[in-house]
C-alpha cells in the first residue's frame, strides 16, 4: 500500500523559514518523480515544485523561485522542501505526490501539512 505522509509545516512570520519532509512507503522510490503542491485558502491546487527520479532535475512555480529548494534522498525514502522568505501568501496546505517517472497516472498523495505564514 502506498503511502505518502508530510510533517514540518506550522506557523512561521514572514521572512522565516520552514522545511516540509514527506517520507513514502510501499514504493519504490527511486522510480518515482515527487513534487509538492499547494493549495492556498480559495484557490486551486498549484504546482510548488517537482523533481526527477534520480534528483537530477527540479523545476519550480515562478512564485516560488529562488526562495524555496525541493530535494530527495533515495535512501531514506524522503522529499523535502526548504522553504526561505516565507511571505503571508505562501500560506497553504501543502502536499507531496508521487508518481512513476514515465507516467503520469496513478500518482500518490499525501495528506497535507498547514504552513502558515503571519505575524
Known amino acids: 500500500q502506498v503511502q505518502l505522509v508530510e510533517s514540518g509545516g506550522g506557523l512561521v512570520q514572514p521572512g522565516g523559514s520552514l522545511r516540509l519532509s514527506c517520507i513514502a512507503s510501499?514504493?519504490?522510490?527511486?522510480?518515482?518523480?515527487m513534487s509538492w503542491y499547494r493549495q492556498r485558502p480559495g484557490k486551486e491546487r498549484e504546482l510548488v515544485a517537482e523533481i526527477t527520479n534520480t534528483g537530477s532535475n527540479t523545476i519550480y512555480a515562478d512564485s516560488v523561485k529562488g526562495r524555496f529548494t525541493i530535494s530527495r534522498d533515495n535512501y531514506k525514502n524522503m522529499v523535502y522542501l526548504r522553504m526561505d522568505s516565507l511571505k503571508p501568501d505562501d500560506t497553504a496546505v501543502y502536499y507531496c505526490?508521487?508518481?512513476?517517472?514515465?507516467?503520469?497516472?496513478?500518482?500518490?498523495w499525501g495528506q497535507g501539512t498547514q504552513v502558515t505564514v503571519s505575524s
Open positions: 505526490r508521487g508518481r512513476r517517472w514515465w507516467q503520469i497516472e496513478p500518482d500518490y
Open positions: 510501499g514504493v519504490a522510490f527511486s522510480n518515482y518523480a
